[in-house]
């Protein structure tokens, strides 16, 4: 089994994976980190969206072994000194999680999606969330929580350049 | 959602590559971006012995100009194409397709190559490179293959990427202050194409492929010189399924296919000419 | 640390001095919820996150075909293939597994083929479980699964529901038949009304008679946390945990179907990822998991993949409605006739028979029909097993209805608006006795009508169309209007026992005051999504007058909520929420002898505010933490009275509640492509008193989604063969974001009178009311080509061949018209880029 070293969240891993490891199991199973979940078997759901070197990507469509030597950041480390990342905030301000399953994904992908372009429309956040699926919300609070964890994500920022 | 078990290698240079291929044979499978193999193996629909990564060489990755044409490395993700500025000036259509692959997960893992080789023919990006008469360099044992884009794609899901060899690059000649535009059809967003088109337009002329209208990528030649031969864009776009054999499915029939066909190719072609 | 009697004192004496003067006015605050901080950083408890010591993983073995006999079964190489610890097929545990229960046996001639948890000699569905592989890792069990050899010979399968309802091929041959039970309501037997034949045949020699035929299809609840089970069975009792929303009543039947005393099983929900019905059953795969894990002493872990989710979890919808609407020349409706075919799938699941039956009384809706029927025949098929799925049978109702309304208003000439306002129950008429004999408690659709018509431009948009109709515009525009009600609060007893339904209606709710002053209420409505943790603290902090942070919400584990019926047909407020409100007001009624004594004053003088007691016409009181606290040292009680405050309550509605509300979507039909796009979409619900707007919110937003994807894109398509061909999300295409668009959202309020909240729920409000108002805009949008219907969903692809058969062809897309179509997606984006545009029914 190929040795892997992984850093997720600010830690530093090394585990012997089966090459048919999947990220996500990884991160589930080996790792416990649990609060990224699987929705689907065709990588359409998007609940499983953690950062690989800082881009967002399905960890259900990525193998273990393939985040050799490189950075993964998941829900659970978007916290950071115990104060909520703007975007989780905002997820909570405007209501935008019921069952919250597609939560974590959906969080994941929009801090990706507002560090890409602070300045989405609604359209842009629309599209650019189409790779997340949720059945409870009808994104309508989803889409809202994007727009003001944006600004909340550009002041914060912002406010840390200066 | 777990795949049968394999061995994995990820050689940093292409020789690596190749001799990891040429030594595991038939039992071999080439990992680009993954993003439509590991659903494969997920749902255990192929199962290969070894697993030969690409993403470790680097030479395979980025977008280059090579005076009147541009070199797009095969492992180039979709989303670097789609906000390539070479290929936004010198092969729009081919930016814009990209960024209709999908969704923005995917299309950070997808490759260019990695969706040529495999040959979808819902996949959105033969069709434009076929447009734009683009080159396939592919290398193997033997050295170094150039394939025009017509002679790549020979059914679903195949290509003329023999066993042992790899897609390295696609060479697009420039088609700079061409129009383009690509047209897609979808019910739901981030679903694959029902039907697309790719349209590259300049005074008077027109390369015209679709997305989805038979087992692979196809021109529409008769649009084509129906433009050439001075017809409106609505004459021409009428021609748009004259020699396709379109499939039927829940998304629709081939009447249907047949029938949007015609409507996207004339907003394609619409959109190209108006700048 | 010890605790004096004095530091018990002095604690009191503390307590003295809290202002809970706030607390009361917490019921109707857009509170944010408690439950996301966990959910927001992935603290989360998924069945599926469960690792226990020893635990071994399944892996199903499932049938490929639709109907066929299992002639062998191989599973030598899988059961010593590396890490299998057993391989079990249906002759295995044929003496144990007993039958999956159906609660609802709507006639007393009812019938249901046996239903095992793994097949034993015949499989009736593809999906169908016949083996169950058990290993040490989730891998192993999925390599050892391909090496289970199962041989089948294919019978013939009955798959199309009308074909099965002739009885040609038999999806249970032993039955004799496909039909299940044929269920009656007619209103002149039920003297609540009179005779729908002659009232129909009346209209045929002078009025109008409106016959067509609908189909609901098949849909599937895609909740999007995949079911899964763990049961540990080490220690005195079995617990499983399961994603379920009906942990108390997964007990029952796990005790009744497999003999296990049912104090020896212990359910646990924990956090479940969403439901919409389709977790409300008991799964072959719950049993069968039990079965492993007592089998090998071990604990064992399910979960699905989504294709074994879409395949084999249970299915909704999926009716055929013959519909017969009878009306004088003006458009006053006489009688409505209702023949539906209803497809139970290869099996009846825990309610699967009553679905349609639910909607039997909803069909008549929110108008005065002076006589109505109903008959609705059950048949099965080789097919996924269907039951509850979100609205469960008052959909489908809504549905016909209104779609039928729309067709009667065209038929007069008059606005669909008027043609219901003609019809409906003024509200000055409430409590109004329907033609099914409900009682319908309140309402008021004028005022909703009135209030949607504002918000939406109705006049505008009017106008719009008619000039797109005129200029012959490729994108037409359609409107469609959805006035609806629905019976919320399932349901009183008696009622559901006149239906033969096997269980009760009640819920039930402990409060237990703790020393520290802090509040636990259990509640046997168990949550998926819908925020009772957050709502029912809000009740409990305004009835107590406690703070809304001191109350502990606890549910959704069998051994702390002994007691409850669990959460679908949005019941959990009207009913679980009353229970917790009859259980605060006992804690208030313990508490009032204990102040007397302590304030030394006559129980009678004490009043009860804002967490308080005083005696009348003093300053004097106490807070009920004090209470509490005193209680529970005991030092100073009363002669006689209990040192508890702690309270139980059930509640049994006397009827149900009534939501209504009107719906007005926009459509842009583009008659090039037949695709539609949502434009503008306006929903004023009429919920009663509101506990949290914001939660209600996000309820209708969920619903109207989930409605407008029945309209538009959803479907569970079987091959002819009987495999299910939409068996992923690749071709059951649930919509994304960028699909959807932001809805204006507004409320009227008519308070319920069937509760003490004057709530009257809102889970499935969204999804009844939407698929018909999308649906009758997408007609709405091509009438003029001749089109009165199109099936469900609206494909690009069917509304095109519709308009083509309708003889219309479109012509060229002029440069203006694309520019138009153009513009009005850009218009749908300036709705949603103003937030408070977008979204004014929050303000109000
Ligand atoms: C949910 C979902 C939706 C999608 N929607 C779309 C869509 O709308 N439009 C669309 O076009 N695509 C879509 N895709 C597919 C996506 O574009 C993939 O990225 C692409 O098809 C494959 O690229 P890849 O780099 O991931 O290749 P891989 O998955 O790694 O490989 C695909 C095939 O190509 C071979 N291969 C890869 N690279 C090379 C190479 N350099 N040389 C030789 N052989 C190679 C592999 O062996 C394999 O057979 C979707 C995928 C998913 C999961
Ligand atoms: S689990 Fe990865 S996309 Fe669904
Ligand atoms: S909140 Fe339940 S799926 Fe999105």
Redesign the pocket.
Known sequence: MPRISVKVDGVTYSDDVEPRTLLVHYLRETLGKVGTVIGCD???CGACTVHLDGRSVKSC?VLAVQADGREVTTIEGLATNGRLHPMQQAFHDCHALQCGFCTPGMIMQAVDLVTENPNASEAEIREGMEGNLCRCTGYHNIVKAVQQGASATASAAGGEQS | MIPTAFDYVAPTSLEDALSALAEAGDDA???????????VLRLRLNAPEKIVD?SRIDS?RGISDDGDTIVIG??TT?DEVARSELVREHAAVLAEAAS????PQ?RH???L???L??A?P????GAPVLALDAELVVVGAGGERRIPAGEFFQDLFETA?GEG????AIRIPKHTGWGGAYEKFVRVS????IVAVAAVTRDGEAKVALTNMGSTPLRASAVESAIADGASVKDAAAKAAEGTNPPSDLNGDSDYRAHLATVLTRRALARAMGG | MTVSPDAVEDLIEERKDVDTSDNEREIGKARTRKEDERLITGRTKWTDNIQLPGMVHLVMVRSPFAHATITNIDTSEAKTAPGVYAVLTGQDVADQQGSLPTAWPITPDQKAPPHPAIAVDRVAFSGEVVAVVAARTLAEARDAAELVDVDYDELPAALDLKEAADDTVLAHPDLGTNKSAFWQFDSATAETGGSVDEAIEAARADGIVIEREYRQQRLIPAFMEPRSTVVDPTGEQFVMWSATQVPHILRLMLSLTLGVPESKVRVIAPDVGGGFGGKLQVTPEEIITFLVARHLRKPAKWTETRSESLMAAHHGRDQWQRLTLAADKDGKVTALKVDLLADMGAYLGLVTPGVPILGAFMFNAIYKFPAYQFNCTNIFTNKTWTDAYRGAGRPEATYAIERLMDELAVEVGVDPLEIREMNWIKHEEFPFTSVCGLEYDSGNYEAATERAKELFDYDALRAEQKQRRESGDPVQLGLGVSTFTEMCGLAPSRVLGSLSYGAGGWEHASIRMLPTGKVEVVTGSSAHGQGHETAWSQIVADRLGVAFEDVEVLHGDTQISHKGLDTYGSRSLVVGGEAVIQAANKVIEKARPIAAHLLEASADDLEFQAGRFTVKGTDQGMALGEIALATFAAHNLPDGVEPSLDSDATFDPVNFSFPHGTHLCAVEVDTETGMTKVRSYVSVDDIGNIVNPLIVEGQIHGGIVQGIAQALWEEAVYDDQGTLVSGSF?DYTLPTSADTISFVTDNTVSPSTTNSLGAKGVGEAGCIASTPAVVNAVVDAVRHLGINDIRMPCTPERVWKAIQSAGYHSGETTAEAQEHFVEGEANQDQVGNDPSAAVTGEQS
């Open positions: 065709t990588s359409n469509n | 499978k080439v990992l680009g971006g993954g993003q439509s193999l590991l659903p690409l395979l095969a492992m979709h209709t692959v999908a969704d995917i893992r997808g490759t190559g990695g969706a080789v495999h979808d819902a996949g959105d990006l990427v060899e790899l897609l390295t981030h679903q694959w194409s | 690749v």
